[in-house]
């Protein structure tokens, strides 16, 4: 195994992070990573907006649910899906790519964009000895996001990434079983078969939480993400989306 691989699979949410901000070199290096990785197309449908002002990181944080490390890190990045920059050129090359840029197809190359550069700079802060955690609950309230950061029509925030030194060690969080995830050929439709890894991993998921909270908790898998799923939340996306004049056809 080499040293790549053991930092993927050593992947683990920090949560708690040394009062150390990331240096302008570092800052690059995640960011210049976060550049290599693939794009559909050539298109580079997303932008990264690295976060130092104190109180923009005690808004975002606030807006993420109140979670302290969006605001105690060593460097705070916000990945958006960006076609912005396409409709000003289309505009400059005299070019009619509108119903291009509005399409659903694009909105999702934006965002696939984003999600794989995001996990670029993941991997490498890791390997450079740091820490991550990805932040979802920015979308908790997007305009107050896009209005803390000033972006433009066509550019949607999508997800923070909390970045620095770790200040704790949690454990490894036990992934669905690999013969559950990955199929060969066909996708993999006997429920027995199914459910029955499922179950599986339930069990795990319960041993994990029982042994990590020294028996205070052992819910499964399947509960808390069906709990979950049960409460509905960000409903107002498509329209907010749309609102942006993305994913309108």
Known sequence: MNETISTILGHRSIRKFEDRPLSDEQIRTIVECAQSASTSSFIQAYSIIGVKDPEKKRRLSEVAGNQAYVEKNGHFFVFCADLYRHSLIGEREGREVLDSIESTEKFMVAVIDAALAAQNA?????????????????????????????????????????????AQDPGKKPRLPFG?????????????????????????????????TSGKRSDTWSGQIAGMLEKKSRMYMKEFVNKNKLNLK
Do not use: W
Request: glycine residues 8%; negative net charge; charged residues 25%.
């Open 122 to 166: 993941a991997v490498a802060a890791e390997s450079m000895g740091l820490g991550i955690c990805y932040i979802g609950g920015l979308r908790n309230n997007l305009d107050v996001v896009q209005k803390l950061l000033s972006t433009p029509e066509r550019v949607i925030p999508l997800f923070g990434l909390a970045v620095g030194y770790p």
């Open 180 to 212: 559950h995830l990955y199929h060969e050929d066909r996708y993999e439709q006997d429920l027995e078969t199914y459910m029955g890894e499922i179950e599986e991993y339930d069990r795990e998921i319960a041993a994990y939480y029982e042994e990590r």
